[in-house]
């Protein structure tokens, strides 16, 4: 099953109010998928710096020493802000293929979440409520943010198994449906040399992105592509620096309900997520149309473009 | 009229409560604040009763529905009137996918959009939709007709046997085995009704008819080769 949340603010003024509508947007929708839970979540500009979001299931031991580590290996002023399971890496730009690198030789029990500008990943196994609480996700502030509960079918419940997939520098995935070609498409994505960590389903649509954008495709033509090449059923949101999207499978199975006012858009695999929202009564409320992708950015119109079933 | 806040008094009690109506209650007039987009509002009803549920819905309202009238003023949520016997359902908003999925009798009257296998394998049931549809609508329709004063989405009608479609604006594709067809006096008699009845105005002849070629009825030895 699974359920997606997802919040783009328009009004700055609700900023600081992120994580709060997210997390009780999260909760309801832990009986689609209480498993595990996770966020993405676009704030705190680096100022010049690349983030990295890593996670270790012995954080106590993983992480002491951890900053003084990687700027020595990587030269320069490295910080480690420990929060539980995960700590968010402000790294010099452009170390992040260092900072990998690094990790997986002096530490290789740490797992890398994401990397980017602005995006932090947190996600664990566990109730959305307890996950979200871990975290303190309602105290954070952001621009936008996206977020998954899980019922897994297809791959063990594992912290790795958990959405949001980081595809590329700030993007993520996250996705409710099943891929039924995830594996003929992993060994196909793995000659390419693509980096593929788990046998879960999601992280191929995830790294099948991740190739298409590295081949010079525009999120948006990956996303179109994928109407193509991944078989099964699929809702996903994506996230980017500036914006998200949303695509469903041309069969459109999974459930999707969008709302938009002045102030935000937002996403929901039900309307019941999107009910404590700000005068969500006043909202235009629809749901969106399949084989169609959906973008909104800070930096441009959103945009519309339905593909050929 | 009865009020019941949901948030208050939880959605066991509620359906409760209405399923505790019989055929001579008193108390025929029901209203459902803060639903929430709560799932299984108003299921199982059997009594002449009418229920006003103020605002959206979640997963399958007035699903199982006989005898009573639930009026809907928000948006529905997948499967809402599934399997509807008799009685009425009214939404004011949209309709989610799914709507009247396998519903043997009765109306469901939707005021906006209906979406994706709207009136799957109806059976009897007649929805009329004053928007548009969306794709797999009466996909392996029995019988009932669905009307649309918009237009409809892929594959209308696929695999159907004897239910009617009857659509205003354009159809973007035809599913299998439907086609369109003459609308005759006794077709536009029919609508009129139907519409009367939606309480939607709209002129009967300016829809077109689609239904069974009646192919896919019978195995058909020359098809053999294709198993």
């Known amino acids: 099953m699974c359920g997606i949340v997802g919040l783009f603010l328009k009004d700055k003024s609700l900023e600081p109010q992120l994580g709060d509508l997210l997390t009780k947007m999260l909760v309801t929708m832990t009986d689609r998928g209480p498993d595990s839970a996770g966020i993405a979540i676009y704030g705190r500009e680096s100022n010049g710096k690349t983030k990295m979001t890593v996670q270790s299931d012995t954080p106590d031991e993983d992480f002491a020493g951890l900053d003084k580590a990687l700027a020595k290996a990587l030269g320069g002023d490295v910080a480690v802000e420990v929060s539980s399971t995960h700590a968010i890496l402000t790294l010099p730009a452009g170390k992040t293929a260092d900072a990998r690198a690094t990790l997986a030789e002096i530490s290789p029990s740490i797992r890398v979440m994401s990397r980017g500008d602005s995006l932090e990943i947190y996600k664990e196994v566990g109730l959305p409520e307890n996950v979200a609480e871990r975290f303190k996700i309602d105290q954070m502030s952001g621009s936008h943010g996206i977020g998954h509960t899980r019922m897994a079918t297809e791959s063990a419940v594992t912290t790795m198994g958990a959405h949001p997939f980081n595809t590329g520098d700030d993007q993520c995935l996250v996705h409710n449906g099943s891929l039924s070609n995830h594996n003929s498409l992993r060994r196909k994505l793995r000659r390419a040399g693509v980096h593929i960590e788990t046998e879960n389903d999601t992280e191929v649509g995830a790294a099948y992105l991740t190739w298409q954008m590295q081949n010079g495709a525009t999120l948006g033509e990956a996303l179109e592509s994928s109407l193509d090449d991944l078989d099964g059923f699929f809702t996903f949101v994506v996230g980017t620096k500036d914006g998200f999207g949303v695509v469903r499978d041309p069969i459109a199975c999974k459930p999707a309900v969008m709302a938009e006012t002045d102030q935000y858009v937002a996403f929901g695999s039900e309307y019941r997520a999107l009910v404590d929202l700000p005068r969500i009564e006043d909202a235009r409320v629809w749901e969106p149309e399949p084989a169609t992708v959906y973008f909104w950015s800070h930096d441009t119109a959103p945009t519309t473009s339905e593909k050929a079933a | ?227």
């Open chain 2, 1 to 227: 009229m009865q009020t019941i806040d949901l948030t208050q008094v939880g959605l066991r009690e509620t359906n409760k409560t209405l399923h505790a109506q019989s055929g001579d209650t008193n108390q025929t007039a029901w209203e459902i604040v803060n639903p929430r987009g709560s799932h299984a509002i108003a299921c199982g009803l059997d009594a002449p009763i009418e229920v006003i549920v103020k605002g959206s819905t979640g997963y399958y309202c007035g699903g199982m529905n006989q005898q009573a009238t639930v009026n809907i003023h928000g948006s529905a949520g997948p499967g809402t009137g599934e399997n509807i016997m008799s009685g009425k359902i009214v939404i004011e908003g949209d309709a989610s996918q799914y709507l009247g999925a396998t519903g043997h009798g009765g109306l469901i009257v939707v005021k906006g959009n209906a979406s994706s296998r709207c009136g799957i394998s109806m059976k009897g049931v007649n929805i009329v939709v004053q928007g548009n549809i969306g794709h797999m609508s009466a996909f392996m329709g029995q019988s009932g007709n669905l009307v649309v004063c918009g237009d409809a989405g892929d594959a209308l009608g696929d695999s159907c046997y004897e239910a009617r479609f009857f659509v205003r604006g354009s159809v973007k594709s035809l599913g299998a085995d439907c086609e369109k067809k003459e609308m005759r006096e006794e077709h536009l008699v029919l609508l009129q009704g139907l519409l009367d009845e939606a309480g939607i105005d709209a002129d009967p002849s300016e829809f077109t008819r689609y239904g069974s070629a009646r192919t896919l009825y019978n195995f058909d030895v020359d098809n053999a080769g294709a198993y």
